[in-house]
């Protein structure tokens, strides 16, 4: 059974930084990323990474935060800088798969970022 882990949420101040981690259980993911819901609205992708090293981010936080992933340890990385306070949500791992033809999705149970003005 697949198994996201996340950690590293919290409370900082506007301009300031934190690192979220996802640790996966299971194979290695094609495909890892991390998606976010705020109060009142729809879960939105932030950015999302290939086994490859490929990424992808909104443009709402491109230049300020950074994906990476660790496939020894099956682990994917958001590095967060410049904060905002429209950046407060609920931050979600997800890991998807390609098998017998079809996406599966996998999400972890989610760790909240709050950024105070």
């Known amino acids: 059974q697949v198994q996201l882990v996340e950690s590293g949420g919290g409370l900082v101040q506007a301009g300031g930084s934190l690192r979220l981690s996802c640790a996966a259980s299971?194979?290695?993911?094609?495909?890892m990323g991390w998606y976010r819901q705020a109060p009142g609205k729809q879960r939105e992708l932030v950015a999302i990474i290939t086994s490859g090293g490929t990424s992808n981010y909104a443009d709402s936080v491109k230049g300020r935060f950074t994906i990476s992933r660790d496939n020894a340890k099956n682990t994917v990385y958001l590095q967060m800088n410049s904060l905002k306070p429209e950046d407060t949500a609920v931050y979600y791992c997800?890991?998807?798969?390609?098998?017998?033809?079809?996406?599966?999705?996998?999400w972890g149970q989610g760790t909240q970022v709050t950024v105070s003005s």
């Open positions: 299971g194979s290695i993911f094609s495909i």
């Open positions: 997800n890991a998807r798969e390609f098998r017998a033809l079809r996406w599966y999705d996998y």
